[in-house]
């Protein structure tokens, strides 16, 4: 066999075995292919893909865009920071004398203590409602009524607690001399966004409120005990309280009354 025929045959074989590998390429398919994962495991190109895609999606963090809170107009500025509720609906002290009914309005400070602080007039009469908000002492009259401890759930989420009835100090304060402290007894509505004052019984003038506390058990008649300081007869409305006292009060969910002094 000459050269030339042993040259053509040989680039013969050369060519059919590219057009071979040509067609073997281009036939492939995602069967054919295989990945090594990062653990070292060889996978399918397709499992491969999918399992990549489902861990994927497994670690996306939900992104949760909070719901939109409409302003309300005149919203009170009171029940937002006290209850967190957003109402136009006013945090009202009815006056123990003559029944006007004041909404507090904003904040002051007095001495280190801040209060909620309303303005009033009646007739001639001009003063001030200012409300010891830090010594407001919730009520529970239904110990079956006891919220979850163990949930972050806000008391106005639960369908069984739509009210709640707490206890507060307050002053009234006029343009005489006098600046006289109450407990008042409230009732919070969450489902509606407002609040009734039920009732007050007077403290004193000028006395200091050192706590506010639940008489236990909590039980029928329910009492609260009163512990402040006040003035002896003789002594100078211009100096401290010293006297330590302490006075029960009756509480329901109606109303409010002494049961010593």
């Known amino acids: 066999m000459s050269t030339f025929v042993k040259l053509t045959l040989a680039g013969t074989l050369v060519i059919l075995a590219i057009l071979a590998a040509g067609i073997y390429r281009f036939n492939m398919t995602n069967d054919d292919i295989y990945m090594v994962m990062e653990d070292g495991k060889v996978m399918q190109y397709d499992e491969a893909m999918a399992q990549e895609k489902t861990q994927a999606q497994a670690n996306e963090v939900e992104v949760v865009t909070p719901l939109e809170v409409k302003p309300v107009a005149n919203a009170s500025e009171v029940m937002l920071k006290l209850f967190s509720l957003n109402t136009a609906n006013p945090f009202e002290i009815t006056l123990p004398e003559g029944g006007k009914s004041v909404a507090l309005t904003h904040f002051i400070k007095i ?72 407990l008042g007894l409230f009732s919070l509505d969450f489902e509606h966004n407002n609040l009734k004052h039920l009732g007050s019984v007077v403290l004193g003038d000028r006395i200091e409120v050192d706590s506010i506390e639940p008489v236990y058990p909590f039980e029928v008649p329910f009492k609260i005990a009163v512990t402040y300081r006040d003035r002896a007869p003789d002594q100078p409305m211009s100096e401290s309280p010293e006297i330590v006292k302490t006075t029960e009060v009756a509480v329901s969910e109606t109303g409010i009354s002494h049961l010593t002094q």
């Not at 919730?138 to 979850?148: H, R, S, T």
């Not at 949930?151 to 304060?173: E, G, H, L, W, Y």
């Open 111 to 182: 001495k280190q203590t801040e209060f909620a602080m309303g303005d009033y007039q009646d007739g001639e009469v001009k003063g001030r409602v200012l409300l010891d908000y830090l010594r407001i002492t919730p009520l529970n009259f239904d110990p079956a009524l006891e919220p979850d401890t163990q949930s972050n759930a806000p008391i106005q989420d639960d369908p069984k607690m739509q009210t709640m009835p707490f206890v507060a100090p307050f002053i009234v304060t006029t343009q005489g001399s006098g600046v006289f402290w109450y």
